[in-house]
């Protein structure tokens, strides 16, 4: 992702070099910019994996007092579709980044008190923006957190601070092979 003014986007590169390699078509899953499409001169089938978590969650019967959080501006749209296939409500967690892999919650936008929040991302790298989620959920006074997400990097940190967060259980795709031990 393009983090400064003026930093490359290699996004074309790879598109260019998958194209080159002989793909006539690519499918892809939540994709952090789904603009990144149009980088692309071959069909793409984006997929997302809304649906999937949802139904995980739906087929546990968490109760009638959900809440869907996004754990930043950038994913309301997808926090939205999931309230929407749960019949939910969303907060958003109004945060920022004084530097890369650090995150602040400033506000949490929505109601999250005595109810079971679940925070949908698209990519958990270092964890340490879902676990500072769910601490500012838990103390704005939700009673449960879960948490999913489409790419578990699970990088560095991220293992131990989701064991020692308040994150009921972690809900990931398969999209990147996971070594047994983050299981």
């Given at each position: 992702?393009?983090?400064?003014?003026r930093e490359p986007i290699t996004a074309k590169l790879v598109a260019?070099?998958?194209?080159?390699?002989?793909?006539?078509?690519?499918?892809?899953?939540?994709?952090?910019?789904?603009?990144?499409?149009?980088?692309?001169?071959?069909?793409?089938?984006?997929?997302?994996?809304?649906?999937?978590?949802?139904?995980?969650?739906?087929?546990?019967?968490?109760?009638?007092?959900?809440?869907?959080?996004?754990?930043?501006?950038?994913?309301?749209?997808?926090?939205?579709?999931?309230?929407?296939?749960?019949?939910?409500?969303?907060?958003?967690?109004?945060?920022?980044?004084?530097?890369?892999?650090?995150?602040?919650?400033?506000?949490?936008?929505?109601?999250?008190?005595?109810?079971?929040?679940?925070?949908?991302?698209?990519?958990?790298?270092?964890?340490?923006?879902?676990?500072?989620?769910?601490?500012?959920?838990?103390?704005?006074?939700?009673?449960?957190?879960?948490?999913?997400?489409?790419?578990?990097?699970?990088?560095?940190?991220?293992?131990?601070?989701?064991?020692?967060?308040?994150?009921?259980?972690?809900?990931?795709?398969?999209?990147?092979?996971?070594?047994?031990?983050?299981?």
């Amino acid at each position: 992702r393009k983090a400064r003014s003026r930093e490359p986007i290699t996004a074309k590169l790879v598109a260019n070099l998958i194209e080159t390699a002989g793909a006539t078509r690519m499918i892809t899953l939540d994709m952090h910019a789904p603009q990144i499409q149009g980088f692309f001169d071959i069909p793409i089938d984006h997929l997302n994996a809304v649906r999937l978590l949802s139904n995980y969650f739906s087929e546990r019967h968490l109760g009638d007092d959900l809440v869907v959080v996004s754990p930043d501006h950038g994913g309301v749209t997808r926090a939205r579709k999931m309230a929407d296939r749960l019949k939910a409500p969303i907060a958003i967690i109004d945060k920022r980044r004084p530097r890369p892999n650090v995150a602040e919650v400033m506000n949490i936008v929505g109601n999250v008190e005595g109810k079971v929040c679940i925070i949908i991302d698209d990519i958990i790298d270092t964890a340490g923006t879902i676990t500072l989620a769910a601490k500012a959920l838990r103390e704005a006074g939700a009673t449960k957190v879960y948490a999913c997400c489409s790419h578990p990097v699970l990088s560095g940190p991220a293992m131990k601070r989701i064991e020692d967060s308040p994150i009921e259980k972690l809900i990931v795709t398969n999209s990147i092979a996971l070594p047994e031990e983050k299981w």
